[in-house]
């Protein structure tokens, strides 16, 4: 299992929200001191911390410090649904679009236009079969308080 320690942020109407507690991302102390470019890189490209939803089977409350955890089988699942459906689809998109073309010189139009039709609908049927796909095993759950 995945862990991350977090803070509740907000509870409400059941639905818990974290925000993850990060350092740099090599995790050292003394980046904040001596400059560690990736704690810069890190500062220079991350935005705000965004809260995520979370089970609480052990009714923590706003501000308790607690372990997320999450399933290393819902991680590579979540990843092989994000990354690999949009690039079959754009490829398979690309391909149509080239099977379809009439003329030789309208083919790089319809490859392109075909795999931006494939992209598009992938984003749209991860979004509408996400659950479906992927079931309650990605939701993460907190685990223990600090």
């Given at each position: 299992?995945l862990?991350?320690?977090?803070?509740?942020?907000?509870?409400?109407?059941g639905?818990?929200?974290?925000?993850?507690?990060t350092?740099?991302g090599?995790?050292?102390?003394?980046?904040?001191?001596?400059?560690?470019?990736?704690?810069?890189?890190?500062?220079?490209?991350?935005?705000?911390?965004?809260?995520?939803?979370?089970?609480?089977?052990?009714?923590?409350?706003?501000?308790?410090?607690?372990?997320v955890?999450?399933?290393?089988?819902?991680?590579l699942?979540?990843?092989?649904?994000?990354?690999l459906?949009?690039?079959?689809?754009?490829?398979?998109?690309?391909?149509?679009?080239?099977?379809?073309?009439?003329?030789?010189?309208m083919?790089?139009?319809?490859?392109?236009?075909?795999?931006?039709?494939?992209?598009?609908?992938?984003?749209?049927?991860?979004?509408?079969?996400?659950?479906?796909?992927?079931?309650?095993?990605?939701?993460?759950?907190?685990?223990?308080?600090?």
């Open positions: 299992m862990e991350s320690e977090a803070i509740v942020v907000k509870v409400e109407n639905a818990t929200f974290v925000e993850a507690q350092e740099g090599c995790g050292g102390n003394r980046c904040a001191s001596q400059g560690c470019s990736t704690a810069v890189l890190t500062r220079l490209f991350s935005q705000q911390p965004k809260a995520l939803q979370v089970n609480n089977p052990i009714a923590a409350q706003v501000g308790e410090r607690v372990v955890g999450l399933e290393e089988g819902a991680f699942k979540s990843s092989l649904v994000a990354y459906l949009p690039l079959v689809a754009l490829i398979a998109g690309a391909a149509l679009g080239l099977h379809f073309a009439a003329h030789d010189e083919r790089d139009l319809y490859a392109g236009l075909g795999g931006l039709a494939g992209l598009i609908g992938s984003a749209f049927a991860i979004k509408l079969s996400l659950p479906i796909l992927l079931g309650s095993s990605v939701q993460p759950v907190i685990l223990r308080r600090l």
